[in-house]
């Protein structure tokens, strides 16, 4: 126990010092333009398709870090990628303003994201329950206590609700194509990147 402790502490403050050396917010410039990239907003990098989310910059590291939010029918994956600036030729900012799509588009997202583990859950508890009955007919528990598949509905409900509510905004960020505004690192129109 003592050593799970003293592995989750340093988890978290190796997590603590890596959030510190990214900056959130990033500004290209170029002559008098300039750009800010925050947390959080969607970016391309070079000619990938992917929407990708800023999630900072390490001018240690020279690295910019990003997450990737995909779905998947049960789960959606979440990934982080570091790209170093010496392998970005250019960085795609979205510009299309989608707030009010986006919270249009939230709550029927919300239920694609919670149908499928729920019905996975279903089918895991009929199964259950007919194992069960089959290995054991008429078993009651007469203390009150709850049995193995009420925990799989329980689990089941927390888990689809859990993720329908963490995975639906990103997701539904990423829905459109959007209006994409092309900033070149390399090259002779080049952009410079600064962080104040």
Do not use: C
């Not at 050593?3 to 900056?23: E, F, K, R």
């Not at 989310?53 to 990737?68: A, C, E, H, P, R």
């Not at 249009?104 to 729920?118: A, G, M, T």
Request: hydrophobic share 40%; aromatic share 12%; charged share 20%.
């Amino acid at each position: 126990m003592k050593h799970l402790v003293i592995a989750l502490i340093s988890l978290i403050a190796l997590n603590m010092l890596q959030a510190n050396t990214l900056d959130n917010t990033i500004y290209l410039h170029k002559n008098q333009n300039n750009v800010a990239i925050y947390k959080g907003q969607q970016i391309k990098i070079n000619d990938d398709k992917r929407k990708l989310f800023f999630q900072g910059y390490n001018s240690v590291s020279n690295t910019i870090t990003v997450k990737d939010i995909s779905y998947k029918v049960i789960y959606t994956k979440r990934k982080k990628i570091d790209y170093n600036i010496s392998e970005i030729n250019r960085i795609q900012l979205r510009l299309d303003k989608s707030l009010i799509r986006n919270i249009l588009l939230w709550y029927p997202n919300f239920y694609v994201h919670l149908i499928p583990p729920s019905l996975l859950t279903g089918i895991v508890t009929i199964l259950y329950r007919a194992i069960a009955d089959v290995k054991e007919k008429d078993a009651v528990l007469g203390d009150g206590s709850m049995e193995t598949w009420e925990y799989i509905i329980f689990s089941g409900i927390f888990y689809s609700v859990g993720t329908a509510f963490i995975n639906s905004w990103p997701t539904v960020k990423k829905l459109g194509k959007g209006q994409w505004l092309s900033i070149p690192l390399k090259g002779d129109d080049k952009w410079q990147i600064k962080i104040n």
